[in-house]
């Protein structure tokens, strides 16, 4: 115990230290880390690798399945989720973020444990797809069926009235059985080009049934598919992407309080 | 303090648990985590997420420049690595990897402050480079110039008879000033076509040169240079993946232990 004091008390305060809770799954985590790079790059110039955003990140696959979780197949997350984020506070991170879109079934629980700033996945999504969106946007929606299922986006939506007239649309039964649900598991299977297709044919689906932008609500999803190949002809809304633009913010303006 | 040990208290112990101390730069960390997926896909089939490693990972980009210190131009990277490491311990790591070749010019200070079981990437390297290597093999090495000025390799090499037959063909000083340097710093500024384009070309000196093997000493390199596309007749050694690998079969091995 005092040799764990000793180094709680040598930890040098590194201000703007972004806390990443992943491993859900580790290859989506890998992912986000490359959208925190992209996004400073964007926002700073970065020039020299001490002007990127310093992480921590605690990568732990072993947290049980999320989904299953909510299907009452599996045990709960949330402990693990918890243990989790407080490896990242005793590293020192100041803001906890979740890239996986499944786990903030389990948020509201998790902030109060943690005790801890988070950003909310499903908040910074909505934010960028409501961004220059008409009255009475048509947003379609790709996800996991426990994402789908407990209405994770349209319950969050509903609770803001800047969200009040969007419409989604939703994959139908057969969609999430036949394409969607196979697509990210081929995603954690490392079957890429598989996955892709997939997931393709699903976010076309939205867009023949009216989708005017496309929220890809599930970490894996971006692995495959993205804005910048545009192969859907409407914008594309990449959760994974929005979340890592906020911390980036975030970040950049703690370290500007301390340098000021 | 009293807060602090209470979270340290409530830590749960994750056998197997590895520490990336990275930043170094922020890509060359994101490209070591997606070869300790890929090499443990290949170590144990990976099937879902539970089957990958745990990993804790403190990307602190603003570590002091590496090559400006070796020069002599600029402060020791060792105090910000001393406390960056020791993040990754108070977030229960049980072994410490760095992915940066020439932040291993630190590495038995580092391995003294931390007290904490470390793997080298130089062996890992020249533990690869060896393998299958004739007597007198001869490795072309690509790295920074504090990499190439300190003798890392070399010396590390000297340091075991199994290496005792290798020769080293290296870049000349012409090669180092328009190829390497700059092609390394284009990898830095997400550059990566004029990286690739300036790294080949040096690669391709090192083989007219006689390198029987090509060994990737920066860990910036394998970004745009790779085994698989292997466009230089030779085999391709990255010291990244070594790294990986040997983190990937600690880290199971660990959990193997705790199941058994």
Same mark, same amino acid.
């Given at each position: 115990?005092?040799?764990?004091?000793?180094?709680? #008390?040598?930890?040098?305060?590194?201000p703007?230290?972004?806390g *990443?809770l /992943? /491993?859900? %799954?580790p290859?989506?985590?890998?992912d986000f880390? &490359?959208?925190?790079?992209?996004?400073? +790059?964007? +926002? #700073?110039?970065?020039h020299?690798?001490?002007?990127?955003?310093?992480?921590?990140?605690?990568?732990i696959?072993?947290?049980?399945?999320?989904?299953?979780?909510f299907?009452?197949?599996?045990?709960?997350?949330l402990?693990?989720?918890v243990?989790?984020?407080?490896r990242?506070?005793?590293? %020192?991170?100041?803001?906890? *973020?979740?890239?996986?879109?499944t786990?903030?079934l389990?948020f509201?629980?998790?902030?109060?444990?943690?005790?801890?700033?988070?950003?909310? !996945?499903?908040?910074? +999504?909505?934010? @960028?797809a +409501?961004?220059?969106m008409?009255? /009475?946007? #048509? $947003? %379609?929606l !790709?996800?996991t069926?426990?994402?789908?299922?407990?209405g994770?986006? &349209?319950?969050r939506?509903?609770?803001?009235e800047k969200?009040?007239?969007?419409h989604?649309t939703? =994959?139908t039964a057969?969609?999430?059985?036949?394409?969607?649900? =196979?697509?990210?598991?081929?995603?954690?299977?490392?079957?890429?080009?598989?996955?892709? @297709?997939?997931?393709?044919?699903?976010?076309?689906?939205l867009?023949?049934?009216?989708?005017g932008? !496309?929220?890809?609500?599930?970490?894996?999803?971006?692995?495959v $598919? #993205?804005?910048?190949?545009?192969?859907? &002809?409407?914008?594309?809304?990449?959760?994974?992407?929005?979340l890592a633009?906020?911390?980036?913010?975030?970040?950049?303006?703690?370290?500007?309080?301390?340098?000021?």
């Open positions: 115990v005092e040799q764990a004091m000793n180094s709680m #008390n040598t930890l040098e305060a590194a703007g230290l972004i *990443v /992943g /491993g859900m %799954g290859l989506a985590t890998v880390m &490359q959208k925190l790079i992209a996004a400073t +790059a964007l +926002a #700073n110039g970065a020299r690798d001490q002007d990127h955003v310093p992480v921590v990140v605690s990568s696959p072993q947290i049980p399945d999320r989904v299953a979780a299907r009452g197949e599996g045990i709960s997350p402990a693990a989720m243990s989790s984020g407080q990242l506070i005793n590293a %020192g991170a100041g803001l906890i *973020v979740v890239p996986c879109n786990a903030h389990w509201a629980e998790l902030e109060a444990a943690l005790q801890a700033p988070m950003l909310h !996945l499903v908040d910074a +999504a909505l934010e @960028d +409501a961004s220059g008409q009255a /009475g946007a #048509n $947003l %379609g !790709l996800c069926d426990a994402t789908l299922a407990s994770l986006y &349209q319950t939506a509903a609770q803001s969200y009040a007239a969007v989604w939703l =994959p057969s969609e999430m059985l036949t394409l969607v649900v =196979p697509g990210i598991q081929a995603v954690k299977l490392g079957q890429l080009d598989q996955a892709r @297709d997939l997931l393709s044919e699903a976010a076309k689906a867009v023949r049934r009216g989708a932008s !496309l929220v890809l609500g599930c970490t894996e999803i971006p692995l $598919l #993205n804005s910048a190949s545009n192969q859907f &002809q409407v914008p594309v809304v990449d959760a994974t992407a929005s633009r906020r911390a980036v913010t975030w970040s950049l303006a703690q370290r500007q309080l301390v340098l000021a």
